[in-house]
């Protein structure tokens, strides 16, 4: 089985930095695409960033330059540096990998999802 663990949320004031990682365990061929997507209350899912096995990153249009992605593929880990946070930001954070287990088709998996709450 695979296993994504997020860590780093918390309470953070407005323009704080937080960091988020995401560790992926078990049986793991390969891992493609990773990335952050966030669901605040009320609000529908949305991407917030991904990284590619290569290294190349996309962002959504909120981000704004804030934050950063990054992934190392020895640790089967995605990191977010979030920086200039605001209260726009609070939400639960959730991290995915599209992970190849060795079959013939990749599958997505998700993180149990970690808090983040800005204060004004």
């Known amino acids: 089985q695979v296993q994504l663990v997020e860590s780093g949320g918390g309470l953070v004031q407005a323009g704080g930095s937080l960091r988020l990682s995401c560790a992926a365990s078990g049986i793991i061929f390969s891992i493609n695409s990773m990335g952050w997507y966030r669901q605040a209350p009320g609000k529908q899912r949305e991407l917030v960033a991904r990284?590619?096995?290569?290294?190349?990153?996309a962002y959504a249009d909120f981000v704004q330059g804030r934050f950063t992605i990054s992934r190392d593929n020895a640790k089967n880990t995605v990191y977010l540096q979030m920086s200039s946070l605001n209260p726009e930001d609070t939400a639960v954070y959730y991290c995915y990998a599209v992970i190849n287990t060795g079959s013939a088709a990749s599958s997505n998996y998700w993180g149990q999802g970690t808090q983040v709450t800005v204060s004004s």
């Open positions: 990284v590619t096995r290569i290294g190349s990153t």
